[in-house]
Structures are given as structure tokens and as C-alpha cells.
């Protein structure tokens, strides 16, 4: 399935910061940075329960904002593009 997860981490201190870190270290380990705090992952369910499991550890919901979207199999009908380019094919090869 593929997903789309954004976030918003308050960085006003220094755990904020931390967590913020953290927060994209994790989604880097499931998938790819689109925009500064938003993350394509394309990932099966057990995939996504861990995922989803470390975020919500790292998060402080008195601060933090995680918003998750399914996007399902069908992904590449739900997604459209405008401008430059940064992401790789997630289906492409990992070296040219």
C-alpha cells in the first residue's frame, strides 16, 4: 500500500528538535522525503503497523502533529505533479 505521511513538530526547544530529527529518520527508513515534512512510503501492512509504532513514539501529542494518508495500491491514478522534480521512482532501479 502506499502512504503519505506529513508532520508538523513543534522546534521551539531542544527536544523538539530532537524529535523532528527523528521523525524523518523514521520515515526515511520506510520510503521518500517529497517536501520538507512530507514522506511517500510504500510499505505492506506490517511495514506500516512498525512505522506507524516508532512515529507515534517519537511524537509528542501535546505538541507534535502526524496526519497519515492511505492511498491504497492504486496510488499512481491518486497523484499528480507539478514543477521540480526531487523524488525517485519508487519502482525504478537504485542505480543508473
Not at 520515515?27 to 503497523?49: I, K, M
Request: aromatic fraction near 12%; glycine fraction near 6%; charge should be negative.
Amino acid at each position: 500500500m502506499y502512504m503519505l505521511v506529513t508532520y508538523d513538530v513543534n522546534t521551539q526547544d531542544k527536544d523538539g528538535r530532537r524529535r523532528l530529527r527523528n521523525v524523518a529518520k523514521c520515515c526515511l527508513d520506510y520510503g521518500q522525503r517529497v517536501q520538507q515534512s512530507v514522506f511517500e512510503l510504500e510499505v505492506n501492512p506490517a511495514q506500516w503497523a512498525e512505522c506507524k509504532r516508532r512515529l507515534e513514539s517519537i511524537a509528542d501529542p501535546e505538541l507534535d502533529s502526524l496526519r497519515y494518508y492511505f492511498l491504497g495500491n492504486d496510488w499512481r491514478r491518486k497523484i499528480e505533479h507539478f514543477g521540480v522534480v526531487t523524488s525517485f521512482d519508487i519502482d525504478g532501479p537504485l542505480f543508473a
